[in-house]
Nanobody, 128 residues
Framework: QVQLVESGGGLVQPGGSLRLSCAASGFTWNYGTIGWFRQAPGKEREGVSCISSRYYNPYYADSVKGRFTISRDNAKNTVYLQMSSLKPEDTAIYYC?????????????????????WGQGTQVTVSS
């Protein structure tokens, strides 16, 4: 059974950094796509970034481009989201999602449609 567990959220001041982790079990990360999403109170879930184990380069929403970096550690079956220059508008619950053995990129990878499995989320609050 596929499980995703996010960690690394917390409270950070504007301009600060956080690194989120998404640990996967039940499938081998070498084959598939992982996406990061976020949802702020009263807003729809928004795609932040996605990374595929083949065919596609990592992709970012315009709102985080240049500030966030997605990466993976195949040995640990973990995907990371390094967030820098954080802004109050980055405050949200952050979720990772997986599409095992399927490969997506670009703007389609930032929609919920391709993903079968979701983590429980981790809260990120950016505030002084």
């Amino acid at each position: 059974q596929v499980q995703l567990v996010e960690s690394g959220g917390g409270l950070v001041q504007p301009g600060g950094s956080l690194r989120l982790s998404c640990a996967a079990s039940g499938f081998t990360w070498n084959y598939g796509t992982i996406g990061w999403f976020r949802q702020a109170p009263g807003k729809e879930r928004e795609g932040v970034s996605c990374i595929s184990s083949r065919y596609y380069n990592p992709y970012y929403a315009d709102s985080v481009k240049g500030r966030f970096t997605i990466s993976r550690d195949n040995a640990k079956n973990t995907v990371y989201l390094q967030m820098s220059s954080l802004k109050p508008e980055d405050t949200a619950i952050y979720y990772c999602a997986a599409a095992p053995q399927r490969y997506y990129g670009g703007s389609y990878g930032l929609t919920p449609a391709p993903y079968d499995y979701w983590g429980q989320g981790t809260q990120v609050t950016v505030s002084s």
